[in-house]
Nanobody, 125 residues
Framework: QVQLVESGGGLVQAGGSLRLSCAAS????????MAWFRQAPGKEREEVSC??????????GDSVKGRFTISRERDNAKITVYLQMNDLKPEDTAVYYCAAELFTCSPRAGDFGDWGQGTQVTVSA
């Protein structure tokens, strides 16, 4: 059974930090590109960051460059992907989703087939 389980969301003041985690199991996720997307109320799901399985290349959305860092760790059959979020802003408030797929990074949510349930991040002014 494929599972992507996010954790680490919460309420933080502007300028603060949070670290999101995504535990992936049920496939050979070491071969999968892993990504973080987010969706705010009334808005489309947008790419936050992505790390390619092929060469470890990372990609970031323009609004988070220089503030967020994606990383991945492997522990036997389980992959954990992290999103370190620094200097958070109220506009970062959204539900953050972990996603996985067998290709290089893509900014399109529709290209990803496996999704977690999401974790809420709220940044107060």
């Amino acid at each position: 059974q494929v599972q992507l389980v996010e954790s680490g969301g919460g309420l933080v003041q502007a300028g603060g930090s949070l670290r999101l985690s995504c535990a992936a199991s049920g496939r050979t996720f070491s071969a999968y590109t892993m990504a973080w997307f987010r969706q705010a109320p009334g808005k489309e799901r947008e790419e936050v960051s992505c790390v390619s399985a092929t060469d470890g290349t990372t990609h970031y959305g323009d609004s988070v460059k220089g503030r967020f860092t994606i990383s991945r760790e492997r522990d036997n059959a389980k992959i954990t992907v992290y999103l370190q979020m620094n200097d958070l802003k109220p506009e970062d408030t959204a539900v953050y989703y972990c996603a996985a797929e067998l290709f290089t990074c893509s900014p399109r949510a529709g290209d990803f087939g496996d999704w977690g349930q999401g974790t809420q991040v709220t940044v107060s002014a």
